[in-house]
């Protein structure tokens, strides 16, 4: 869950393997089932209404100004329709608005969701980690051809937000790498260096460059990382790190460049 917006809208983001296979064993995983038969495609936008019918897909829009007219186009079916007591017309589109691809029929929900798990039963988006795994967010924006941060969010290609985690294992290794003299500059490992920029690619979200969970081969050419003390660092404990990544992947004869 991102945030809460307001009472109509909670958004969430779901990868595109637990939209694929989702547990059936679980309310959670028959309901994803559900939303993946409407779907015209692996990666969209959908909305939903209170008991998980879908109103509309979305692929892709005509231009970043369509984004809040689709919003809003979303509200509209929702206050329409916001239970699942009769069946409805899924409006679908390629590209909103241009692009309209044909209705599905969406069945009544006449059996409700739970409206929390139950027992033992594991929330597919929850991560489990190991007592004192440390959580990172990423943030990170393209340049302009000023060499500025692009203003230009919207797309994956020129804005990220991920997250990484570091184990306990890990986090000792790294500490004991930076435990050097007078703040002396320390060269990142590349095992942990390699997780960073895995997780730093500006491009499709579930294409990454280094361990492509669809498969492929990569050449990773650089991957240079160092650690200094930051002023008052020796006492405080705070690194600044910095470097440089160049790594070529290769899916379906398309090379994808980070």
């Known amino acids: 869950m991102i ?18 296979q989702p547990d059936e064993k679980t309310a959670e ?37 369509s984004i809040l007219p689709f919003l809003e186009h979303g509200l509209k079916q929702f ?10 017309a899924t409006k679908r ?4 608005q241009g692009m309209r691809l044909e209705d599905f ?6 059996d409700p969701t739970p409206s929390r798990h139950t027992g033992k039963e594991m929330c597919c988006g929850d991560t489990y980690h190991p007592e004192g795994t440390l959580a990172v967010k990423v943030f990170g924006r393209a340049l302009d051809a000023d060499g500025k941060l692009s203003t230009e969010t919207t797309r994956q290609e020129s804005y990220i937000q991920d997250h990484l985690e570091m184990t306990p294992g890990t986090q000792e290794f790294l500490v004991q790498t930076l435990q050097t003299k007078d703040g002396a500059r ?10 960073w920029i895995k997780h ?23 991957c240079d990382f160092w650690a200094e003390a930051a002023q008052d660092g020796v006492e405080r404990g705070w690194f600044r790190v910095s470097g440089k990544s160049d790594v070529t992947s290769q899916l379906d004869a398309m090379p994808l460049r980070n």
């Open 79 to 88: 206050h329409q329709q916001p239970d699942g007591k009769k069946a409805i």
């Open 200 to 222: 730093a690619h500006l491009g499709h979200i579930d294409v990454q460059p280094i361990s492509n969970p669809l498969g492929g081969s990569h050449d990773l050419r650089v």
């Open 186 to 195: 320390v060269r990142i490992p590349e095992l942990i260096a390699q997780e």
């Open 105 to 110: 029929m969406e069945r009544a929900r006449v």
């Open 93 to 96: 589109f390629m590209r909103f």
């Open 29 to 65: 995983g028959r309901l994803l089932k559900l939303i993946r038969a409407s779907r015209p495609a692996q990666q969209g936008i959908c909305v939903l209404n209170g008991d998980g019918q879908v109103l509309e897909w979305v692929i892709t829009f005509d231009n970043p100004e």
């Open 3 to 20: 945030r809460r917006i307001n009472a109509d809208f909670i958004p969430l983001a779901l990868n595109a393997p637990t939209v694929d």
